[in-house]
């Protein structure tokens, strides 16, 4: 840009500030006329609107005053017609208060809408009382009319008094209020505006004061600039009139001082070139002598980096003749160097069988007809005649002007590790043989739940037919979500998957697996981690279909049930039999049962245990059935040999059910229920734990039972009396526990003989 140029810029700049001034000032001033003649007529239309509804009110209340003075001059007849006229004026009016109404509310809502004045809420609030009001108004005056037409004029006065006087009242006040704030409003925009103008005025004031100043600093800037370029000139000049050709003036833009600098820069470089051109062909032929030597030692360097690499590197020029090998080359295809260069690679390395085929390839590439492809595999022959596997990576060689001239390849002899990869193929196929032919389900899950493999047994129990549908789904998602009573699986609790979160095995067989169409079946499951190198990566669960197990299982507690039922009846028949012998102990082997079965449940048996102590208690005395009955029922003291045939009865009772196939040691109760902690009881004198714990609970029951009850030779004795003989025979004859548990039974109260 010319100097001129600049000049007449920095000018258009300060006349576009003072324009700028102007017409902010103009615009602002516009802007502020046409927002107050809005704000004015706006509220001059609300003031119109609001003294016609204060008119039409006001009309109305006069009109219904004077209808009731009338009420007193005039006939009923009259008055009647008077009444319906005046009802119908008076409704007009109201009529008209009401459109005037609505025409405020629009006005209102619209200043709302615009944002401004301030307050109009309120005034639309106070607008809405007043349409409530003349909507009263409007309603009252029907009242009224109804009770004129009834001759109640009285009422009638009294009505208007109480309502329609206070109801003009409230909306006089109303319209005031309107009025009021629609001159306030107006107050308020033409203070508004004086503050505005003011503040424009001095807006103008300052951006005049700065365009002065950008004028004063546009001239001094452009004054110190040109002085400033004329002395670099001068400089340059003086400079290179001392030989420092290397000189050179800045140049900033595109005026006439930097043409002249450019004149001068143009000069120098002439200058330079000239004395330069004759030194640069001396060190030119020096440079070319250092880069052979680099050459020579960059080629020497190269060949020991390619000896050294793990890999076999051969380099193929256009017609396929072997141009460069590495030594690892040499040594997987068995040559010495000098006896493959030169040599025609796919006639010397390349198998019969595909050689064809490669040549054409590489015949197609070297046209430039296809592209390179990068990794390929294929067998290579040695020297040796023995074929080995290489894995080649390759890459077209191009000269200096970009033509294909040859082939660079890398390749790795894979010959060990393809066998290895067919051999583990095998392996593979052979485990998942395997795992298709058994019967369990076989399922694999890494860290992360997702599935590894599944076999054919896991694809039909579950419904799938493709691995696609499993591998590197999140199984418990698909088939363990839900539990068996309903309820969601949350993943985080899954027993599949604690294996490997805990590192030992699971085993689970009350869980549900869901089938792909949404089915479910009882499975029993196996959970193991898997390790490698000593790191949990996943693991390897296997599972059953119990269905049928479970229904067999079923089946088979019906029958146990059915069983234990018949054993029962038959048990208690024999019971009965017996008491029904010995009239003086009937009842004697339930009540005995009942204790004993109470005396387990104190001392936490299990419940398997206290049903077999239920059952041996109640037929304890079974032995007794050999007793002829007059012993049984003798009243005074036995004799010896009777004393010998009672205590045979416990023998007797062994004898009779040792080999019926109890689940409890039904008659070991039956032989050991005499027994003593002391080993002097009878008949083997067995002691402490050689007792069976049934035995014990049993015998203490017995005894209990025996004292508290009546017999042939004496009458009852009471359970104090009971209670008093196993507590002083603790530890000799009963088992201590025993006895605690019977004694808190009855100091309790939870337990009594119903003796009757």
């Given at each position: 840009?010319?100097?001129?140029?600049?000049?007449?810029?920095?000018?258009?700049?300060?006349?576009?500030?003072?324009?700028?001034?102007?017409?902010?000032?103009?615009?602002?001033?516009?802007?502020?006329?046409?927002?107050?003649?809005?704000?004015?007529?706006?509220?001059?239309?609300?003031?119109?609107?609001?003294?016609?509804?204060?008119?039409?009110?006001?009309?109305?209340?006069?009109?219904?005053?004077?209808?009731?003075?009338?009420?007193?001059?005039?006939?009923?007849?009259?008055?009647?017609?008077?009444?319906?006229?005046?009802?119908?004026?008076?409704?007009?009016?109201?009529?008209?208060?009401?459109?005037?109404?609505?025409?405020?509310?629009?006005?209102?809502?619209?200043?709302?809408?615009?944002?401004?004045?301030?307050?109009?809420?309120?005034?639309?609030?106070?607008?809405?009382?007043?349409?409530?009001?003349?909507?009263?108004?409007?309603?009252?005056?029907?009242?009224?009319?109804?009770?004129?037409?009834?001759?109640?004029?009285?009422?009638?006065?009294?009505?208007?008094?109480?309502?329609?006087?206070?109801?003009?009242?409230?909306?006089?006040?109303?319209?005031?209020?309107?009025?009021?704030?629609?001159?306030?409003?107006?107050?308020?925009?033409?203070?508004?505006?004086?503050?505005?103008?003011?503040?424009?005025?001095?807006?103008?004031?300052?951006?005049?004061?700065?365009?002065?100043?950008?004028?004063?600093?546009?001239?001094?800037?452009?004054?110190?600039?040109?002085?400033?370029?004329?002395?670099?000139?001068?400089?340059?000049?003086?400079?290179?009139?001392?030989?420092?050709?290397?000189?050179?003036?800045?140049?900033?833009?595109?005026?006439?001082?930097?043409?002249?600098?450019?004149?001068?820069?143009?000069?120098?470089?002439?200058?330079?070139?000239?004395?330069?051109?004759?030194?640069?062909?001396?060190?030119?032929?020096?440079?070319?002598?250092?880069?052979?030597?680099?050459?020579?030692?960059?080629?020497?360097?190269?060949?020991?980096?390619?000896?050294?690499?793990?890999?076999?590197?051969?380099a193929l020029d256009a017609n396929g003749y072997i141009k460069l090998i590495n030594r690892k080359g040499c040594q997987v295809l068995g040559y010495k160097e000098h006896e493959i260069i030169n040599k025609n690679w796919f006639e010397q390395c390349i198998t019969e069988d595909i050689r064809k085929d490669i040549q054409a390839v590489f015949t197609q590439l070297m046209a430039g007809k296809v592209e390179a492809v990068e990794n390929h595999e294929n067998t290579a022959i040695t020297k040796a005649g023995e074929q080995k596997t290489i894995a080649f990576h390759n890459a077209v060689i191009r000269d200096e002007?970009?033509?294909?001239?040859?082939?660079?390849?890398?390749?790795?002899?894979?010959?060990?590790?393809?066998?290895?990869?067919?051999?583990?193929?095998?392996?593979?196929?052979?485990?998942?043989?395997?795992?298709?032919?058994?019967?369990?389900?076989?399922?694999?899950?890494?860290?992360?739940?997702?599935?590894?493999?599944?076999?054919?047994?896991?694809?039909?129990?579950?419904?799938?037919?493709?691995?696609?549908?499993?591998?590197?789904?999140?199984?418990?998602?698909?088939?363990?979500?839900?539990?068996?009573?309903?309820?969601?699986?949350?993943?985080?609790?899954?027993?599949?998957?604690?294996?490997?979160?805990?590192?030992?095995?699971?085993?689970?067989?009350?869980?549900?697996?869901?089938?792909?169409?949404?089915?479910?079946?009882?499975?029993?499951?196996?959970?193991?981690?898997?390790?490698?190198?000593?790191?949990?990566?996943?693991?390897?669960?296997?599972?059953?279909?119990?269905?049928?197990?479970?229904?067999?299982?079923?089946?088979?507690?019906?029958?146990?049930?059915?069983?234990?039922?018949?054993?029962?009846?038959?048990?208690?028949?024999?019971?009965?039999?017996?008491?029904?012998?010995?009239?003086?102990?009937?009842?004697?082997?339930?009540?005995?049962?009942?204790?004993?079965?109470?005396?387990?449940?104190?001392?936490?048996?299990?419940?398997?245990?206290?049903?077999?102590?239920?059952?041996?208690?109640?037929?304890?005395?079974?032995?007794?059935?050999?007793?002829?009955?007059?012993?049984?029922?003798?009243?005074?003291?036995?004799?010896?040999?009777?004393?010998?045939?009672?205590?045979?009865?416990?023998?007797?009772?062994?004898?009779?059910?040792?080999?019926?196939?109890?689940?409890?040691?039904?008659?070991?109760?039956?032989?050991?229920?005499?027994?003593?902690?002391?080993?002097?009881?009878?008949?083997?004198?067995?002691?402490?734990?050689?007792?069976?714990?049934?035995?014990?609970i049993v015998a203490v029951a017995d005894v209990v039972e025996a004292i508290a009850s009546h017999r042939p030779y004496r009458p009852a004795l009471g359970i104090e009396k009971a209670l008093d003989e196993i507590r002083t025979q603790r530890g000799t004859f009963y088992d201590p526990k025993v006895v605690d548990a019977c004694l808190k039974l009855f100091a309790e109260g939870k337990f009594s003989f119903n003796i009757n």
């Amino acid at each position: 840009m010319k100097i001129g140029q600049k000049i007449i810029l920095g000018f258009m700049v300060i006349a576009a500030l003072f324009g700028m001034a102007g017409g902010i000032h103009v615009a602002h001033l516009m802007q502020m006329k046409t927002q107050i003649d809005q704000i004015i007529s706006t509220n001059l239309g609300e003031l119109e609107f609001a003294e016609e509804v204060f008119n039409a009110v006001e009309e109305a209340h006069a009109t219904i005053l004077h209808l009731l003075a009338d009420a007193r001059h005039k006939t009923h007849e009259e008055h009647a017609a008077h009444i319906r006229q005046t009802d119908d004026t008076i409704k007009t009016q109201l009529n008209e208060a009401k459109i005037a109404i609505s025409a405020m509310e629009k006005t209102t809502l619209k200043q709302i809408a615009q944002g401004y004045p301030e307050n109009e809420d309120d005034e639309l609030r106070e607008i809405r009382m007043l349409r409530e009001h003349v909507k009263t108004f409007f309603n009252q005056s029907g009242e009224l009319a109804a009770l004129l037409k009834g001759g109640e004029y009285y009422t009638a006065r009294v009505f208007t008094n109480e309502n329609i006087t206070p109801i003009s009242l409230n909306v006089q006040a109303l319209v005031s209020d309107l009025e009021m704030d629609a001159r306030e409003e107006i107050e308020a925009a033409l203070t508004a505006a004086k503050t505005d103008t003011q503040r424009s005025i001095w807006s103008s004031i300052l951006l005049t004061l700065v365009a002065f100043i950008v004028a004063i600093g546009l001239g001094l800037y452009l004054s110190r600039s040109i002085s400033a370029r004329v002395k670099a000139l001068h400089t340059a000049t003086t400079r290179l009139g001392e030989g420092k050709l290397d000189t050179r003036v800045e140049i900033t833009s595109n005026d006439e001082l930097d043409q002249i600098a450019a004149d001068v820069n143009h000069m120098a470089e002439g200058l330079r070139s000239a004395i330069v051109s004759r030194d640069d062909l001396h060190k030119e032929v020096a440079q070319r002598k250092e880069v052979e030597v680099q050459l020579r030692a960059q080629r020497t360097q190269a060949q020991i980096y390619l000896d050294i690499a793990d890999v076999m590197l051969v380099a193929l020029d256009a017609n396929g003749y072997i141009k460069l090998i590495n030594r690892k080359g040499c040594q997987v295809l068995g040559y010495k160097e000098h006896e493959i260069i030169n040599k025609n690679w796919f006639e010397q390395c390349i198998t019969e069988d595909i050689r064809k085929d490669i040549q054409a390839v590489f015949t197609q590439l070297m046209a430039g007809k296809v592209e390179a492809v990068e990794n390929h595999e294929n067998t290579a022959i040695t020297k040796a005649g023995e074929q080995k596997t290489i894995a080649f990576h390759n890459a077209v060689i191009r000269d200096e002007h970009d033509r294909i001239s040859g082939i660079l390849f890398s390749g790795e002899d894979i010959t060990q590790r393809k066998l290895t990869e067919d051999s583990l193929r095998d392996s593979e196929e052979r485990i998942r043989l395997l795992l298709d032919s058994t019967e369990e389900a076989i399922y694999g899950l890494d860290l992360d739940g997702n599935c590894t493999f599944a076999n054919a047994a896991f694809m039909r129990l579950l419904g799938y037919d493709s691995h696609d549908e499993l591998t590197g789904k999140h199984l418990h998602e698909m088939m363990h979500h839900t539990r068996a009573d309903g309820s969601p699986y949350p993943d985080n609790e899954c027993r599949a998957c604690m294996s490997f979160r805990i590192g030992r095995g699971e085993h689970v067989d009350d869980e549900l697996f869901w089938r792909k169409d949404g089915s479910s079946f009882p499975v029993s499951y196996w959970s193991r981690p898997v390790r490698r190198n000593g790191q949990i990566t996943g693991s390897v669960v296997t599972f059953l279909d119990i269905s049928e197990r479970i229904k067999a299982s079923d089946a088979l507690k019906e029958s146990g049930e059915r069983l234990r039922t018949s054993l029962e009846g038959t048990i208690a028949a024999i019971s009965k039999s017996v008491e029904a012998r010995d009239p003086y102990t009937a009842g004697h082997q339930l009540r005995v049962a009942e204790l004993a079965v109470a005396i387990a449940r104190g001392m936490g048996c299990e419940e398997g245990s206290i049903e077999g102590i239920r059952m041996g208690a109640s037929i304890h005395d079974i032995g007794k059935i050999q007793l002829p009955a007059e012993i049984l029922s003798k009243p005074g003291k036995l004799s010896a040999i009777e004393y010998c045939l009672v205590q045979a009865h416990t023998k007797v009772g062994y004898d009779i059910l040792k080999d019926i196939a109890f689940p409890w040691p039904v008659a070991d109760i039956a032989h050991q229920h005499h027994e003593h902690m002391d080993g002097s009881g009878y008949p083997q004198g067995l002691k402490g734990a050689d007792i069976c714990m049934e035995a014990r609970i049993v015998a203490v029951a017995d005894v209990v039972e025996a004292i508290a009850s009546h017999r042939p030779y004496r009458p009852a004795l009471g359970i104090e009396k009971a209670l008093d003989e196993i507590r002083t025979q603790r530890g000799t004859f009963y088992d201590p526990k025993v006895v605690d548990a019977c004694l808190k039974l009855f100091a309790e109260g939870k337990f009594s003989f119903n003796i009757n």
